[in-house]
């Protein structure tokens, strides 16, 4: 199993958009909620800047994004 990286909010936004995602909306606080028009998947995306997001956090999104973590880190 592939270790799952550590990256900031922005860096996991910049793959989803590579991943055909973009921004929908404001959630609660400082999260964002990213559409993808071709799968019809959402994932909300905690946004804290320079923050660290947690491995189980970055899990939760991957699999929301429907992609495994190997296409995840090709993207």
């Known amino acids: 199993m592939t ?10 936004i910049k793959k989803a958009r590579k991943a055909g995602f973009i921004f929908d909306r404001y959630a609660k606080g400082s999260h964002q909620i990213w559409y993808n028009p071709k799968t019809k998947k959402r994932f909300t995306i905690p946004f804290h800047r320079g923050k660290t997001l947690k491995r189980k956090t ?13 296409q995840f880190n090709r993207l």
């Open 58 to 70: 970055l899990k939760s999104i991957i699999n929301q994004m429907g992609l495994t973590t190997q």
């Open 3 to 12: 270790r799952f990286p550590a990256l900031t909010a922005k860096k996991v």
